[in-house]
């Protein structure tokens, strides 16, 4: 997928490896990724990682982090 270079400003889009950088990848997305992005996460990485990402996430916004916590939670 291609992003758009406002989701990842601090960095080229094109040199993030997306194993290596995932909670960097994970923690953006859901920050401040569009439908397509969050969808493209789902289907890219496995739900439990997200999950533990969120749970231990420094980074996230309060709210965004509250919200995929109640989102993520049956999952």
């Known amino acids: ?3 758009r270079e406002s989701l990842f400003w601090d ?3 094109k040199k ?3 194993q290596k950088n995932a909670q960097y990848v994970i923690e953006r997305i859901l920050d401040f990724g ?3 992005e ?3 996460l789902h289907n890219f990485y496995d ?3 997200i999950k533990s990402i969120v749970d231990k996430s420094r980074c996230l916004r309060p709210e965004t982090k509250s ?3 109640l989102l993520l939670k049956n999952s």
């Open 67 to 69: 919200l995929w916590a």
């Open 38 to 40: 969050v969808r493209w």
């Open 11 to 13: 960095t080229d889009p």
């Open 1 to 3: 997928m291609e992003f």
């Open 47 to 49: 739900h439990s990682l």
């Open 34 to 36: 569009r439908d397509d």
């Open 16 to 18: 993030i490896d997306f």
